[in-house]
T-cell receptor, first 113, second 113 residues
């Protein structure tokens, strides 16, 4: 079945460092891909999405490109801030009607000043 | 903005109790979902619903049931709570098509003692 694998954390960075969180997926057809963020004590928020190959999703300085050839959707940010400290989840949704989101296990990011 | 409201942020229940977790969304979404979130396991789908009185099992439905009598409300029921159901429970909703991802509630942290 469909699945998502993302790098295990925690990821610890200094402020202004470059961030990459790897995400790869297994799915039939052309799923939609998502990154969600969960700040401490809160629910998940949609960070960005891409619905077809070569699409780039972006939001709040974060970017991810839907790579069909490598089945990847890596999250990047050029300069992280302390306020980016959170748990990040990669997710996919199959192209078939009636499917639910499938999530990776989450990657905890901790940014220090 | 769509709002998904979960009735309780924190709950403490005793083993064997029947527990109701309530979720209400205010944007006429057809689809609603219940996940549980555990450290190291990410989000796992318990049940989902595509319409009033309809329900589908997710990956881990054992020990749970759901009710959807009205479009805006989706309840998760623990028939006889057990300590292994101590977890964070997240409700979400979205529209058919799935390209926009979910809107999540803030979560209910349930402790079963």
């Amino acid at each position: 079945g469909d699945s998502v694998t993302q790098m295990e954390g925690p990821v610890t960075l200094s402020e202004e460092a470059f961030l990459t969180i790897n995400c790869t997926y297994t799915a039939t057809g052309y799923p939609s891909l998502f990154w969600y963020v969960q700040y401490p004590g809160e629910g998940l928020q949609l960070l960005l999405k891409a619905t077809k190959a070569d699409d780039k999703g972006s939001n709040k300085g974060f970017e991810a490109t839907y790579r069909k050839e490598t089945t990847s959707f890596h999250l990047e940010k050029g300069s992280v801030q302390v306020s980016d400290s959170a748990v990040y989840f990669c997710a996919l949704r199959g192209f078939q009607a009636g499917t639910a989101l499938i999530f990776g296990k989450g990657t905890t990011l901790s940014v220090s000043s | 903005d769509v709002k998904v409201t979960q009735s309780s942020r924190y709950l403490v229940k005793r083993t064997g109790e029947k527990v109701f977790l309530e979720c209400v969304q205010d944007m006429d979404h057809e689809n609603m979902f219940w996940y549980r979130q555990d450290p190291g396991l990410g989000l796992r789908l318990i049940y989902f619903s595509y319409d009033v009185k309809m329900k589908e099992k997710g990956d881990i439905p054992e020990g749970y049931s759901v009710s959807r009598e009205k479009k805006e409300r989706f309840s998760l029921i623990l028939e006889s709570a057990s300590t292994n159901q101590t977890s964070m429970y997240l409700c979400a909703s979205d529209t058919p098509g799935g390209g926009y991802g979910y809107t999540f509630g803030s979560g209910t942290r349930l402790t079963v003692v």
